[in-house]
């Protein structure tokens, strides 16, 4: 969703760039609340398309996909391969 956001704010950007108008300045405020909802989210949030990636990844491993079914998918990728990557 947040890169939708940005990818629609620099879709806009653009469109407004090439029809010449005035240069678009971001605030210092709306700045810093843009900044502030990404840090915001926390580590553990994790999105589908994520978690399908780390059980793709663990169900190669029989040990990994029972303890996957078990303790869950994020404690059992971070048995058997260390830190989620992302």
Known sequence: MKTLILLS????LSVCWSMGAPEV???RDLAA???RRR????????SPLQLE???EVCELHDGCDEM?????IVAAY???YGPVPF
Do not use: K, N, Q
Request: charged share 10%; aromatic share 6%.
């Open 9 to 12: 704010i620099c879709a806009l």
């Open 25 to 27: 300045v971001m605030t």
């Open 33 to 35: 609340v843009l900044l």
């Open 53 to 55: 990636s780390l059980w």
């Open 78 to 80: 971070v048995a058997y």
């Open 68 to 72: 996957a079914e078990t303790a869950g």
């Open 39 to 46: 840090r915001a989210a926390p580590a553990g949030d994790l």
